[in-house]
């Protein structure tokens, strides 16, 4: 059974720094793309970030030079470094891993900046 457990959340003022984490288990993490993803209420689900099996990464634009995503394969895990938090990055990150054709999501973890 695959299972992806996110933690990290929480509630941190404007230009603060949050670190979020997400585990797998149940797959061979290091041929899947993990990612993040975030939604915020009353929008439609939106990438975050991703970082594939080389270590290229790709990010949204609104989150370029502020956002770092990295993976440790050893530990089936990959993390979202924010820094220089917004108000408008408040949202429900989610942790997605995908290797075609599976495609796994984890629960989702409230990330809220204040102003």
């Known amino acids: 059974q695959v299972r992806l457990v996110e933690s990290g959340r929480g509630v941190v003022q404007a230009g603060g720094s949050l670190r979020l984490s997400c585990a797998g288990s149940g797959i061979t993490f290091r041929i899947y793309t993990p990612g993040w993803y975030r939604q915020a209420p009353g929008k439609q689900r939106e990438l975050v970030a991703t970082?594939?099996?080389?270590?290229?990464?790709n990010y949204a634009d609104s989150v370029k030079g502020r956002f770092t995503i990295s993976r440790d394969n050893a530990k089936n895990t990959v993390y979202l470094q924010m820094n220089s938090l917004k108000p408008e990055d408040t949202a429900v990150y989610y942790c997605?891993?995908?290797?075609?054709?599976?495609?796994?999501w984890g629960q989702g973890t409230q990330v809220t900046v204040s102003s």
């Open positions: 997605n891993v995908r290797s075609w054709p599976n495609e796994y």
């Open positions: 970082i594939n099996s080389g270590g290229i990464t």
